[in-house]
Structure formats: C-alpha cells, structure tokens
C-alpha cells in the first residue's frame, strides 16, 4: 500500500511564500544598474567634446588724438562700456605700450587682441608711425630719436608679451575695412580723420598695405596734405568735401573698385550726395573690426 506524503499546513504554506516574496525583492533591489538600462554605448561617444568656448577679443584704436579700447563677445557686442584717452605727446613706443597697459586695466577678461595702427604695418612691425614721430604730434616736425625708435618696432610682440594673449596689429584704415566690407569683389576703404588712411580686399581677403595717404594728390600736396584734419580746419568743411568727391574719383580710376566705404571720425562731415557705389561707415567700425581682422587675415 503506497504512503502519502502528509500536505504542509497552511502556516508553512504562507511562511514559504513570504521567503519567495522576500527573495524577489531583494534580487529586484540589488541590481540597480540593471534598472538604470544598459551603459551608454557607440551614440554617446559620437557626441563629441562639448563646444569650444567663446572668445572675447579686446579691441585697440590707436589714433592721433585718441586711444580706444574694449572687449568684445564673438557677435561684436561691447562687454563693456569702451574705454578712451586723449593721444599723449611726445609718444615713443615704449610709452605708447604702457599708456596701452594702464588703458585696458578696467575692461573684463579677454582671449586675444586686434590693434589698429595709423601707419604702415607689416608682420606686427611698425614700418611708419607719421602721428607719432614728432613731439608736438601730427603735422609737427620729425626728430630723428623718435624716428628711430618707431622703425621696426615689433609692436604685435609687445602688446603679446604685457597682455599674455595672442595679439594682431594691422594698420587702423584695415581694421576699420574689416568690420565693413562684404566680401564680394574688390572693395576700397578710405578712413578720414587726423590723416588719411586706405585699406583694400579682394573678395573679403586683406590685400598688403599700400600707404596712399603720402603718394601725391593733387597741386603737390598728398592725401594727408590735402584731405587731413588740419586741411578741413583751413579751408571749411564745404570747400574739404569737394576734395573728398576728387579722392574718390581718383580712387575710381586707379583700382576700379565695386564699392568704397569712407570711414573714420571725419566720415560724419561728409553731408553731400554719394553714388551709389560708395558708402559713410561709423567710425565705431575701428573697434568692431577687432574680431573681423582675425578672419581675414587667417
């Protein structure tokens, strides 16, 4: 006669499943990763570093009556408010780097920097420095102290060396063409103010500097002479705009530009009718090119 095997009570039935219960919940908690899914896999390595980060670029307008400067964002818009000096005078390079120094001071962090200078710039080296090489200032007397220490000046390697930052120097006429031009054809700029400066672009690249303002112009007087701050003072703006008409016909003629943007701080006294292939650019432009001359010239 076969045995049967006696059935568990119900205590020891209920006592068993409350094991069972408290089994799976202690596997279900001790596997959080497995909750989390799975590691990240191939997708997340194809995202890549996260972006570069913005750079802020501080802006230099060196000019014959001012000194500018302020930082600007990766759009153009100011950080800060722009900082100026009046130009001191005697002006050696070595001051010239130090006023620079004490100017920047106030404005906020910055990565690199973008100087425009008002005279013939190549590679960083100041090769004219016509504002600067005397005492008295523009239009004063050359001395030959002064002459000699604005030859050759490395500039762009002293404005690096005090600032800690990458730093470019190109002549004050480009910068200002460099926040303008449109990229299409060939494009002259013209800056007018204590002197006169040019600035040229082939389909938005910088094309080598050429110091027009001390080439002849008209009755043995060159651009300087004849379209200078100092010119507009003697002879009335009326009678200064009719040479400014004659610049740009001269300008036409030579290079035959698709368009002609007048800029610098005596850009606002021109009040007569243009053609249609010239345009007045604000003189903020110096400032602004700061970022521009980075891509233009790289």
């Not at 001790?30 to 570069?52: E, L």
């Not at 943007?261 to 053609?275: C, Q």
Request: glycine share 12%.
């Amino acid at each position: 006669m076969a045995t049967q095997t006696p059935r568990p009570s119900a205590a020891a039935r209920a006592s068993s499943a409350t094991r069972t219960t408290r089994s799976k919940r202690a596997a279900t908690t001790s596997t959080p990763a497995a909750a989390a899914g799975p590691p990240p896999g191939p997708a997340a390595a194809r995202r890549g570093p996260p972006p570069p980060k913005p750079l802020a670029t501080l802006a230099i307008d060196i000019g014959g009556t001012g000194l500018k400067a302020s930082v600007l964002d990766q759009t153009g818009r100011m950080e800060s408010d722009r900082v100026r000096i009046p130009t001191p005078y005697p002006l050696s390079p070595q001051k010239l780097v130090t006023v620079l120094e004490d100017l920047i001071k106030p404005l906020p962090p910055f990565d690199r920097v973008s100087v425009g200078f008002p005279g013939m710039v190549r590679g960083g080296q100041i090769l004219s420095a016509p504002h600067f090489v005397s005492p008295d200032g523009p239009g004063g007397t050359p001395v030959p102290k002064l002459v000699k220490a604005w030859g050759r000046f490395d500039l762009e390697s002293e404005l690096a060396r005090v600032t800690g930052k990458p730093t470019k120097v190109a002549n004050d006429a480009e910068l200002q063409g460099a926040a303008v031009v449109t990229g299409k054809g060939f494009e002259a700029v013209l800056t007018l103010g204590t002197g006169v400066g040019s600035a040229f672009f082939l389909d938005g690249h910088l094309l080598p500097h050429f110091e027009f303002a001390h080439t002849p112009f008209r009755k043995g007087g060159t651009y300087n002479d004849e379209l200078g701050e100092a010119a507009r003072t003697s002879i009335g703006s009326k009678k200064w705009q009719r040479r400014v008409v004659e610049a740009i016909d001269t300008f036409r003629a030579l290079t035959f530009f698709d368009h002609c943007y007048i800029g610098g701080g005596n850009s606002a006294r021109v009040t007569i009718d243009l053609p249609p292939d010239v345009s007045l650019v604000d003189n903020s432009a110096g400032i602004l090119g700061g970022i521009k001359l980075w891509e233009r010239t790289t």
